[in-house]
């Protein structure tokens, strides 16, 4: 409901598609959705619901990146802890040691257009949410993301909570 005809959304964390598709629903065929997730495997099924949506002329296009966000370009591991063949869900950033696939990284401010802003921000990324909202600093910054739904764990006093007041 937080979505307007013609926004864009982005999901961080999109996993199969499931916010995708809310999201590109309410933004309508003028909106664009920009869905991020970083596993080849959850990617494919994601491009899979994509495709499908993509037969509905009243749904935003949605451009998939194969990349996690974060506050630096780069890369970082992937770790899928021992339950995620149960839940495609948890899996989680972890340092270079980690154990997991090696993930291409990008900033959320070198992805969305300069000249547009973020009507709805969906953030599910398994406790990376500070970095990602770091690397949307100047996002943020010039007030160009209207609403955000993110999972958090730490409460108000958390580091994602700072970062948004």
Known sequence: RLTPR????????ANI????GLLAARAGAAGRVLAFEPHPVV?????????????????????VHPVALSDADGEATLVMPPDF????GVGFLGDA????????????DDVVPADR??????MDVEGHEPAVLR???????GKRVTHAAFEEHGGPDSEACRLFR
């Open 97 to 108: 040691t980690a154990d997991g696939v090696r993930v291409p990284t990008r900033r959320l």
């Open 43 to 63: 990617g494919a099924r994601l491009r899979e619901n994509v495709a499908a949506l993509a037969a509905r002329p009243d749904t935003a296009p949605v451009d």
């Open 6 to 13: 013609g926004g864009l959304a982005v999901d961080a964390g």
């Open 117 to 122: 802003a973020v009507a709805v921000m969906k």
């Open 85 to 88: 063949a149960s839940n495609h």
């Open 135 to 141: 690397g949307a600093a100047g996002l943020l910054a």
């Open 17 to 20: 598609g499931y916010m995708t």
